[in-house]
DNA sequence: GTGCGATGTATCGGTCCGATACATCGCGGC
DNA sequence: GCCGCGATGTATCGGACCGATACATCGCAC
């Protein structure tokens, strides 16, 4: 998952570690708390072993001034590569089981703006079809299970079928929305054309992203 | 989180590892999706290890017919010591950073009938400040780095928002009733009279919950 | 001029998951 | 009669991710 989310933002702009995970946590804030160091430099180091991404040390040109003075120790950038951008795009279109989890599924909905239609409908339906099951599985607790369970216990679990419930209507109005051919929920008036820059494909309009 | 688990519902009633796992999911089933036997089994061992439990192998009495003809693997009931009451009891009263999470909450309100109210309310508090923590830094993204970001990023931040300020709700309606002395929503009108066969402590009186 | 919070890179131990393996039991179908 | 198959049951292993910790630099307020 950290792959995929790593991957999927360096393909917006070239970063470092520090960079990065500020990145994650404003992306992906809505569903985890915020990713740790002891997880992004190790997947960062891994990812460019096998070579979907490259390191390149900032020297920012004054760095032959000092340079074994301080030993200042310079900001490590990172940049896809073309065969990680290929296993972005693998990553992304396939869907596991571990693609309709809570962490799993706000990744990769987090990158829908670079994700296929049918794709996109593939996990939306996969996710609602995981939280009914949940939804199902609370439902049949609250009934027939009840009595076993504490007041403490069941109030959890109601809150639980709460947010079950809530979930499915969001998705279902997200499908919705996708089978007819729209963007979420208001996407911007103007965008660009209207809308014709939702996945990254054609080369030409490659990463389109602002930079002030 | 694991440990204060088991701890819990082993007080409840001596238990095999199977049957565990599935008392987790029903008592936590509104929070995460399934322990797994990769935890549950290495957890166990550990506890059984400092001698927070024992061990019992079942032999049904009817053990001695058949001795090493199948070789016949009982199953392995786990029973609570007198340290592990006391381990459960200072882990339940105790809250760190961790109590406040997603899982770790969920798991302390799980065993609340278990805890005294005066923890409750702490926990309940802490937790509503940590959700309107992760509120503040979605509604700020929201408005302040929202053109940054596509159409279902936004999305996606809008409905972890919506959740936030529905369990903000949830959590105030959840102190109120714990400051006026009643029980969550309804705890069942006989409590005392009807069932107290609720917590194993035989030993009178231990560590009473309710306070009517 | 000095402390202090933000920026920045990095490691280590520990928790938990997912896949996998293997064995038993009861039951329905053939 | 027996065969498969799903539920019950115990167990391990590699890997993902976290939390604590360490350490260094930078800019700025006091």
Redesign the interface.
Known sequence: MLELAILGLLQEAPMHGYELRKELT??L???R?AISYGSLYPTLRRLQAVGWITEAAETPATAEEVPALTSRRGRVVYTITAEGKERFAQLIAQAGPETY?DTGF?VH?????RTDQATRLRILEGRRRKIEE?RE??RD?LGR?AER?????????R?????CE??VR?LEE?IANERSGR??????PGTAGGRRD?NSPPPPGESR??RP
Chains 1, 2 share one sequence.
Request: charged content about 25%.
């Open positions: 404003a992306k804030g809505a569903i708390a989890d706000g909905f987090a990158f829908f703006a949940r599985g609370l607790v299970a369970l504490d007041a403490y216990t069941l109030e959890l679990q809150h639980g079928l709460d947010a809530r979930e969001w997200l963007a979420p929920t208001v996407p911007e939702d992203k602002e």
